[in-house]
């Protein structure tokens, strides 16, 4: 009999009645890739789309990408970045493009509008078409690029996975998740780049190292250092306004990582001490198997694992309830017919 990996994550009520619900799995594991707690199952393979950003980024900085280029943290913090196409991230962009000596027509990303709507509302009355700057990757884009121009790789080649630069990824990533890069599945994101599929539990593993990687080699610690840190003191660059990776880290305030991915894919790293004094550092990794198109579900999850983990205060939860753990449904008159909420309990391995 077929057994699903997936479980009810989040369920939709009208009245009385569960009207709909999102299925999903989750797994977050400590530095030692030691499964903390769980739901559905933790050894499920997926795509990390965007999720893997903060990793792709890890070659170039512990090669020296910082010092070659003179990088600012919120440039590093781009280069791992999902970006909403403001004004603000395009200028950001630019500068950041000119200084590694590369140009916004050396991007392969591709173009699509930027997910903010006022900016996209004053770009069409000003009839201005998107450009490869004001993708969501651009920023991962342009740090591949300086990475090519590092080592002196070809920047027409940078996305071929036969390449010494997508090579160097593939190995970083797979280190981190504690895997051979034969067990990594690759494939082509929705930016061109290669992505990778690994376990839940793989994911989780290197957000946990991220977030504490005083037991690998130095160069790679300070490569891990270098990103947590600068993704949590400039969240903004790492989304947008009103996105939730942005206000997460923002409110975090220094003690958690948190990068989204397409198809309801998220990660958070923990650092230590996050759950009170002497508590491990751990990661997060969640798969929403609808792929959460609306982009209710996976916040709303990601703060209830949140809560149950106790790795937020009360404060904290209610400077966060736009996105969680509970939501009001309306209708169109706006009146509440329902609500969004959570439909799981973690696992603990405590408990096995």
């Not at 009999?1 to 009208?14: D, G, H, I, N």
């Not at 004001?134 to 390449?163: D, F, V």
């Not at 309830?321 to 209708?331: A, D, I, K, S, Y």
Request: with cysteine; charged share 20%; glycine share 10%.
């Amino acid at each position: 009999m077929f057994k699903s990996p997936y479980l009810p994550l989040v369920e939709l009520t009208r009245g009385e009645i569960t009207e709909s619900i999102h299925f999903g799995a989750l797994a977050v594991a400590d530095r030692d890739g030691r499964l903390f707690a769980w739901y559905g199952d933790p050894e499920l393979v997926t795509f990390l789309r965007s999720t893997a950003k903060p990793f792709q980024a890890l070659p170039f900085i512990e090669s020296g990408g910082i010092q070659a280029f003179h990088l600012e943290p919120a440039e590093i913090a781009l280069i791992c970045a999902s970006h909403s196409g403001t004004d603000a991230h395009v200028v950001a962009v630019s500068a950041l493009q000119a200084k590694v000596g590369i140009l916004e027509t050396d991007l392969k990303c591709g173009t699509h509008p930027p997910s903010h709507e006022p900016t996209l509302e004053a770009m069409r009355q000003r009839g201005e078409e998107p450009s490869p700057n004001r993708h969501n990757c651009s920023g991962k884009h342009t740090g591949m690029l300086a990475s090519a121009r590092l080592h002196g790789w070809s920047k027409a080649s940078y996305l071929e996975l036969s390449q010494p630069l997508q090579q160097g990824i593939l190995e970083a990533f797979a280190e981190m998740c504690d895997l051979s890069s034969g067990q990594v599945q690759v494939g082509i994101d929705g930016c061109s780049a290669p992505n990778f599929a690994v376990p839940l539990r793989n994911a989780a593993l290197a957000f946990a190292r991220l977030c504490d990687p005083q037991q690998l080699p130095e160069p790679r610690a300070q490569a891990c250092r270098a990103i947590s840190s600068a993704m949590m003191s400039h969240p903004f660059i790492v989304a947008g306004p009103g996105r939730f990776d942005s206000c997460l880290m923002e409110i975090g305030a220094g003690k958690i990582v948190a990068k989204g991915g397409a198809e309801g894919y998220q990660g958070i790293g923990l650092l230590p001490g996050t759950l009170g004094p002497g508590s491990p550092a751990l990661g997060i990794a969640l798969k929403v198997s609808d792929g959460d198109l609306k982009g209710r579900a996976r916040p709303l999850a990601c703060l209830e694992i949140l809560r149950q983990l106790d790795a937020l205060s009360p404060q904290q939860l209610q400077a966060l309830t736009e996105f969680g753990p509970r939501l009001p449904v309306h209708n169109r008159r706006e009146i509440k017919v329902g609500e969004a909420r959570p439909a799981f309990q973690l696992h603990w391995a405590e408990n096995e």
